[in-house]
């Protein structure tokens, strides 16, 4: 007579439980928020063709007491900081599906640092549609994460 115990049985139950969908569309729609961000940062760390000079002219015709190359310096430091929040949310956003310990959490505050970050910017200049989307994407999201299916799911492989 063999008896299985209680991880085992724990075991058994968590394999029932299937991934929701939910977890998938969360982490596309996180992607699809992650992106956008992404692309801003490799483009203001490299600068490639015209967009250092572009940078360079805005910058000598707004006669700025800082050098230009400082200026140029430091914002090819923040779209490198920008790329590697925007890697990072990518990587917990698809952790989350897995799912790992803290993940959904992480991916959570990285959604709400975007979203803040975006309306803030929003705020300043005007509403754009980009903008709009990428937030709209991103609290999406974030809510599909923490949908009770999702945090079934999550509870079980624990």
């Given at each position: 007579m063999t008896t299985s115990s209680e991880p085992q049985q724990r075991r058994r139950a968590s394999d029932l439980v299937r991934r929701p969908p939910e977890l998938w569309a969360g982490a596309i729609f996180?992607?699809?928020?992650?992106?956008?961000?992404?692309?801003?940062?490799v483009l203001l760390a490299v600068q490639p063709g015209n967009?250092?000079?572009?940078?360079?002219?805005?910058?000598?015709?707004?006669?700025?007491?800082?050098?230009?190359?400082?200026?140029?310096?430091?914002?090819?430091?923040?779209?490198?900081?920008i790329l590697v929040l925007a890697l990072l949310f990518l990587l917990f956003a698809w952790l989350t599906v897995q799912p790992k310990r803290g993940a959904r959490s992480i991916t959570a505050?990285?959604?709400?640092?975007?979203?803040?970050?975006?309306?803030?910017?929003?705020?300043?200049?005007?509403?754009?549609?980009?903008?709009?989307?990428i937030v709209l994407l991103a609290v999406a999201g974030a809510v599909l994460l923490f949908l009770p299916r999702s945090q079934e799911f999550i509870a079980s492989r624990k």
């Open positions: 996180l992607t699809l928020a992650a992106l956008p961000a992404a692309v801003f940062g967009i250092s000079t572009n940078l360079r002219s805005k910058i000598d015709s707004a006669n700025s007491t800082i050098s230009t190359d400082v200026l140029l310096n430091i914002f090819r430091a923040a779209g490198v900081a505050a990285l959604a709400a640092v975007e979203v803040v970050l975006l309306v803030g910017a929003m705020v300043v200049t005007t509403a754009d549609p980009v903008s709009m989307g």
